[in-house]
């Protein structure tokens, strides 16, 4: 069973940034074979995705919310897969978790993410 485990969340200004971590319990070959994806749920709203890497690294997407702001990226060596945040906006705030692009492992619980004033 692969545990994801998100860290970096937290309470930051508009404007501001963070940066999430996703440590992935799964095998080194496994995790590298998987694109990866940042998620996130505000609240009262249903889970939606904000970026995606391919497994390697080379390509990358965003939700039009976040492109230009967030940046993912990953380091197979670490089986990690980071978000990073900037200018941050209160429509943001979220519970941000991380999963393949099929979602094939079981939630984690999340880094609590809140932009206000």
């Known amino acids: 069973q692969v545990q994801l485990v998100e860290s970096g969340g937290g309470l930051v200004q508009p404007g501001g940034s963070l940066r999430l971590s996703c440590a992935a319990s799964?095998?080194?070959?496994?995790?590298?074979?998987?694109?990866m994806g940042w998620y996130r749920q505000p609240p009262g709203k249903q889970r939606e995705l904000v970026a995606i890497?391919?497994?390697?690294?080379?390509?990358?997407d965003y939700a039009d919310s976040v492109k230009g702001r967030f940046t993912i990226s990953r380091d197979n060596a670490k089986n990690t897969v980071y978000l990073q945040m900037n200018s941050l906006k209160p429509e943001d705030t979220a519970v941000y978790y991380c999963?393949?692009?099929?979602?094939?492992?079981?939630w984690g619980q999340g880094t609590q993410v809140t932009v206000s004033s």
């Open positions: 799964a095998s080194r070959i496994g995790f590298s074979r998987n694109a």
């Open positions: 999963n393949t692009n099929t979602i094939l492992y079981t």
């Open positions: 890497i391919t497994s390697g690294g080379a390509t990358t």
